[in-house]
Structures are given as C-alpha cells and as structure tokens.
C-alpha cells in the first residue's frame, strides 16, 4: 500500500480539483457547439464529460485518502467532503436526464455545496492543520458560499445568469487558490 502523506493527497486532491474544474467550464462551450452539429463537437463533449467525472473521482479518492491522514479532530469534517463529493459525483451522472436530471443535479448540489461550506467554516479554525492550510480552507469556504449565492441568482433570467457567472468565476479561482494553499502547507508550521 502506497504510503499517505498530507502532500500525496492534496496533491491529488488538488489535480481532481484543476480537471473538473476546467473541463467543466470548457463543456458547456462544447455542449453548445455540439448543438449547432457535428460529430466532432459531440465526440468532444461526451470526452469532456467523462474528464469531469474522473477529476471527481480523482478528488474523492484524495479525500478518501486525505481523511486517513488528518489528525482525529478534523477527520469526521473531511469525512463530511468525502460525502458531499458523492454527492456533488452522482448529480452530474444524474444530470445527463434531460430536464428532471437538471433539477435533481440542481438539488444535490446544492445540498452537496452547503456540507462543503459547513466542513470548510470547521477546517478553517482547525486547530491541527497548519496556518497556510487554515487559509485554504476559509477560500474554500468563501467559494462555496459565491457558488450557493451564484446558484441562487441563476434563477433570475438574463441579468441573474451574468452575477451568477461572475460569482462563479471567481469561485473557481478561489477554490484552485483554496486547494493549492492546503496542498503546500506544512506540516511543521
């Protein structure tokens, strides 16, 4: 078995992160385009969706890891990432349904983003991670709360979907910036 360590699974952690994260942006542009035709583009799309799913499933099993290598207090908060990570993996799979998969993708992310804000507002003040990882973890909590609020003003037509991309912009930064904190953080702070 592979030795764990704070910086192998943050590292993993943090690469699931980059790969969800930038195919997701980069698919809904593809969705469109596979729209408007061509089998390139819908080739295209279904490959940047299984890149989503396995920059989730990257991430997951860095948290699966990464909860195994916190000390005690924090490993239940970490435990709560994990699930909202299954979460956040089965609404995508979900969403493929057209039209109630959306909702139900809507749902549980939801859901899933709110136990992500919960556990991050917990590891923010852990008392074992070190003060650089602590910082991560208040971005990650900050990213969450932009994507719920972002979610929330999706609703509004037109002007709603330009705050809600904007919020969602700097979300992403910050959860990149959050996870690379963490990651480079150490251990004998």
Do not use: H
């Not at 804000?117 to 932009?146: C, D, H, Q």
């Not at 003003?153 to 930064?173: D, Q, R, T």
């Amino acid at each position: 078995m592979e030795n764990l360590t704070w910086k192998s699974t943050t590292k993993q952690i943090y690469t699931g992160v980059l790969l969800y994260s930038l195919c997701g942006m980069v698919s809904g542009l593809v969705a469109i385009l596979a729209l408007l035709g061509g089998d390139f583009w819908g080739v295209l799309s279904v490959i940047i969706s299984i890149a989503v799913v396995v920059g989730y499933i990257m991430y997951f099993l860095g948290l699966r890891n990464f909860k195994n290598v916190v000390k005690e207090p924090d490993a239940p908060v970490v435990n709560k990432l994990y699930t909202a990570v299954i979460l956040v993996i089965i609404g995508y799979i979900i969403g493929f349904i057209p039209i109630a998969g959306a909702i139900m993708q809507g749902i549980l992310s939801l859901i899933a983003f709110i136990m992500m804000m919960v556990a991050y507002s917990k590891l923010k003040k852990s008392p074992t991670f070190p003060e650089l990882a602590r910082k991560g973890a208040s971005m990650l909590f900050t990213a969450m709360l932009l994507a719920i609020i972002g979610s929330i003003f999706g609703i509004i037509p037109i002007v709603g979907a330009v705050i809600a991309g904007i919020l969602n912009i700097i979300s992403f930064i910050m959860v990149l910036l959050g996870w690379k904190k963490i990651a480079d953080a150490d251990l004998t702070e």
